[in-house]
């Protein structure tokens, strides 16, 4: 089965320091990875995706992640926090196996940025 | 930009309410979901659908049922609501040959179950 974890609920950090936002994946077949923030009382934003290609991979508002085969990791960075970063994170796959419309998605992270 | 949007922000129903919520997408996308949000469990997929009339089953479709007559409108029904359905519902849309592949969703509904 196809699933990713989020072994952090919760991650804070104070601005201007660089934050990590933890995701690992289990897939068989190749990994279509994906990271989504979530702002309060909103609904889920874009924010990066892995399909193929170099392993570290940019995205919206300065965000990075790095893929890792070996370690079956996708974790979000991002080299110095601001406070409009805290939110909710959710890593995501597709599967690219049995059904190719579905996407399972992490418990989420929450980012805190302290000023 | 792609737009999805749901018909209600905030719903406050009784136990044993019929309950609908819509959606509805403006980029032509075949596939649209139904996840239901929870503190811990992330996003839980209810039900998809892959094209009108089309619809299958996600990880938790128990108390629930969905409708697609159109393409742009996708719609979550609750039968008999209950309080254990209290959540915040996100509707998505995706077409897998979009540009990042990724889905893009509503702003929710967050549903209380009194």
């Known amino acids: 089965a196809q699933s990713v974890a989020q072994p952090e609920d919760q991650v804070n950090v104070a601005e201007g320091n660089p934050l990590t936002v933890k995701c690992t994946y289990s897939v068989s077949g190749n990994p279509y990875l994906f990271w989504y923030v979530q702002y309060p009382n909103r609904g889920l934003q874009f924010l990066l995706k892995?399909?193929?290609?170099?392993?570290l991979v940019k995205g919206s508002y300065g965000f990075e992640a790095e893929f890792n085969k070996s370690q079956t990791s996708f974790h979000l960075k991002k080299p110095s926090a601001l406070v409009s970063d805290s939110a909710l994170y959710f890593c995501?796959?597709?599967?690219?196996?049995?059904?190719?419309?579905?996407?399972?998605f992490g418990s989420g992270t929450k980012l805190n940025v302290k000023p | 930009d792609v737009k999805v949007t749901q018909s209600s922000r905030y719903l406050v129903k009784r136990t044993g309410e019929k309950v609908f919520l819509e959606c509805v997408q403006d980029?032509?996308?075949?596939?649209m979901f139904w996840y239901r949000q929870d503190p811990g469990l992330g996003l839980r997929l209810i039900y998809f659908?892959?094209?009108?009339?089309?619809?299958e089953k996600g990880d938790i479709p128990e108390g629930y049922s969905v409708s697609r007559e159109k393409k742009e409108r996708f719609s979550l029904i609750l039968e008999s609501a209950s309080t254990n359905q209290t959540s915040m519902y996100l509707c998505a849309s995706w077409h897998r040959t979009s540009s990042n592949n990724e889905q893009f969703f509503g702003p929710g509904t967050r549903l209380t179950v009194l």
């Open positions: 995501a796959v597709r599967d690219t196996e049995y059904n190719f419309n579905k996407f399972y």
């Open positions: 980029m032509d996308h075949e596939n």
């Open positions: 892995y399909i193929t290609g170099d392993n």
């Open positions: 659908s892959y094209d009108v009339k089309m619809k």
